[in-house]
């Protein structure tokens, strides 16, 4: 139990409640260079991998605390040969697992070996229906190994699970990108607009579509959904610069969600690693018990007691959160200020002049040279010291 507020203002206890996800980003490497990647951009740097029985105990620790679905993420998961064990020991523990891959290296022999070990679910991604800008985006060749993979999904009988990210450059193919999924017979669609975090920050005037993009993607996507019906689950995610109000990101900071990177590190969210000022334990040097209940990474954002104003005294906190903390470091230099995505944020006209530029730019304008997610740039960004974009309200 922690002091935090409530939507009063007044000191209220804010139960920690056990974690529900655990995230297993168990590898940085991987064969893609998605331009709007949400690895840290210094993931080059970062140290070595867990080992398969470090992996082992990770998730027989976190089932332990509660944690009931798995996802096994990376980088590319399957540049790892161990996913196999881990997926056999997932089942065993009574995980719901999701394996989330570009599909490059879903052989007809590991789809096998992961249907016999209990794999519950499989995702993959495309970065578009066309293999020209799928292979530009990811700067490599394999819209084709894809589709064979998307076809080996439904041999072994798995849901159909296709996640597509949507950005400036592809959002005008929803239709053909719906088209593609009914003929591969999707049962569930994830249209995820582009969120800024890490390479998509980089490249977010590349990346972020005009109202009028967004507003036809919505339109089609409607229009399609009410022909398929229950035939095919539809989920349009909208990009947050256009919400005046910010997502309750994580559903709250150490409330259900536990990262562990590749490299050991415990994290409340995908981003964290580059707040200032915190420190998060490694599943190398700590319990994972320990680092939810204990840790003072995953208890510096629980509650309220941290927020400043507007959100301090705002009703809505109980509902978002403020935000999220990673856009508001990212973006204003301070963790602790309200998500500028939200309308009351005395900061948030750096959305606005984002999306502001975003409407007047042409679909393919070069802004800026495309950042791809390398390791040549990786450990070229990682020497620079990043920092916010304009003066901040503090
Ligand atoms: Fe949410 Fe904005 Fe209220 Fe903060 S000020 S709690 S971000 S609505
Ligand atoms: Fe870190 Fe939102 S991504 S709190």
Sequence with gaps: MQEGGSASGKPRETKVTNPLWLNAEITFRCPLHCVYCYNPVDYARS???????EWLRVLRQARELGAVQLGISGGEPLMRDDVEVMITEAHRLGYYSNLLTSGVGLTEKRIAAFKEGGLDQIQLSFQDSTRELNDFLSSTRTFELKSKVAKLIKQYEYPMVLNVVLHRLN???IQAILDMAEAMGAEHVELANTQYYAWALLNRDQLLPSSEQLRRAEEITNQFRARVGNKMKLYFVVPDYYANRPKACMNGWGSVFLNVAADGLALPCHEARMLPGLTFPNVRDHDV???WYESPGFNAYRGDSWMKEPCRSCPEKVKDFGGCRCQAYMLTGD????????????NHRLITDVVARAQTAGPQV??????????????RLSEKKTQPESAPVR
Excluded: M, Y
């Design 289 to 291: 018990r320990w680092i």
């Design 366 to 379: 070069k802004v800026q040279p495309i950042v791809f997610r390398d390791d040549k740039n990786s450990r």
């Design 171 to 173: 959002i005008d193919h």
């Design 335 to 346: 963790a602790t200020n309200t998500d500028p995505v939200c309308d009351l944020s005395p």
């Design 47 to 53: 140290g070595p991998e867990l080992t398969t029985d």
